[in-house]
């Protein structure tokens, strides 16, 4: 897996600006978002890994995997039936999510060639086409496979708890989740732009001593 070449700029700039993002840098060292290569298995690892736990999806992949052998060849998925996929630990929904993301794929109505030289915006309106696909799981994928430097995935919940945990005494509080998105949209503005999706890494490392991953 390749690590992004900006990362080493993006935390020293991190650092300089925000004492909290200086004290997690030095504390997760080796921790860097890694690129998988495979865009078909970053987006199914996307899916596995809604609404639940980091632990959990990892334990739901690797059944994946055993299954399946090939997790970036489209066929793969399509050749294997709802049970089977279920007995993985998919739920029926995600099974319909995984298996129409695999047929677009081998239908070629993705276009993952041109994707690196799209904008975040215009890589996004094409994901949230795919079932299942929300603005969530293409920011995922944003991350994780693209390695974009500046993503703010404003609804996954991480990120909201960790902003409460390390920031949430610092002034008075929002009581309700649109208050908190709203705080950390202009806090990540004004000191994390241009490197918020490292910002978001750390943030979710400070929570779990699981790396994410998709």
Not at 38 to 44: C, S, V, Y
Not at 149 to 163: Q, Y
Not at 181 to 194: E, G, I, L, T
């Amino acid at each position: 897996m390749v690590a992004p070449a900006y990362w080493p700029a993006a935390c020293a700039k991190l650092a300089a600006n925000d004492e909290v993002l200086a004290a997690l840098i030095t504390a997760y060292p080796e921790s860097v978002v890694r690129s998988r290569g495979a865009a078909l298995e970053t987006l199914q690892r996307a899916i596995v890994g809604q609404q639940i736990s980091v632990k959990a999806a990892d334990a739901v992949w690797h059944r994946c995997v055993a299954l399946l052998g090939h997790p970036n060849e489209p066929q793969a998925w399509l050749n294997q039936t709802e049970e089977a996929l279920r007995g993985c630990g998919l739920s029926g929904q995600k099974v319909r999510y995984v298996r129409g993301i695999a047929s677009a794929m081998a239908e070629q109505k993705l276009h993952p060639h041109q994707w690196p030289s799209l904008s975040d915006a215009a890589v996004l309106a094409e994901l949230v086409a795919l079932p299942g696909v929300g603005v969530w799981t293409a920011e995922m994928f944003l991350m994780f496979h693209l390695t974009r430097p500046d993503v703010l995935p404003l609804g996954d919940i991480g990120l909201i708890n960790a902003f409460k945990k390390h920031y949430g005494k610092k002034w008075k509080t929002p009581t309700d989740l649109k208050g908190w998105q709203a705080r950390v949209a202009r806090y990540a503005a004004k000191h994390w732009v241009p490197y918020r999706s490292v910002a978001t890494w750390y943030l979710w490392r400070s929570l779990d001593p699981h790396e994410v991953g998709y």
